[in-house]
């Protein structure tokens, strides 16, 4: 099924990324103000974000779908890489609420939760810090799955991928911008489960604790 393959795929991609590669590397479980002199990276132990993206429908459902998406996030750090390379940065897990408007398909609006991991290339004293992102969650929408095309059932899982960078204001406000993923789809419990591929800007604000 559709969901199972995005699902075993999205396992594959963590268990070769940073994420994975913190645990071979020398981590640091303390936090430490960021200072490019002493090669420390700056990772906050918490921080909430609000971020919204806009998201076309593409690949295989015929319905033309528009989803303006409200994403409300929390994250936790998850270890530090502090070699010096490319991978250096930090492990985050969060947990986020989404609530999405569909301005365009079948469907009105869908509601619901993930939970991922994200990773930020983070180098001593950059404001700059590129990174990627990925979960997978549960919701609902309004179905009808008397249209084509449309979900056929409101219970709908979803895998959300992003990649983007964010800037540090100050030390207690970034800002965000990235490219955003989501799929949308009932894990084959209905029959047929055309689900949902989604693509998109995002825009955040984040408040570090």
Known sequence: MKF??????LLFLASSSPLVAASTDRISTHFT????????????????????????????????????????TARWRWGVIERDSWLQGYNQVYATLVAEPITRGPENRYF???????????KPGARFVPYVSGGIGLGW????????GAQGQDFTFNIRTATGVSYKINDH????????????SNGGQTDPNPSVNLLGPQLGVTYVF
């Open 33 to 72: 103000p960021s200072d490019s002199s002493t090669g420390v990276v700056d990772a906050p132990n918490f921080e909430v974000a609000a971020e919204t993206a806009y998201l076309l429908g593409i690949i295989g459902n015929p319905n033309s779908y528009e989803v303006a998406s409200q994403f409300f």
């Open 141 to 148: 929408l309004d179905s009808h799955a008397n249209i084509y």
């Open 4 to 9: 199972a393959r995005f699902t075993l795929l």
């Open 112 to 122: 619901g939760i993930s939970l991922g991991f994200r990773y930020n290339f983070a």
């Open 173 to 184: 406000w970034k800002v965000s911008a990235g490219i955003l993923y989501q799929h949308l």
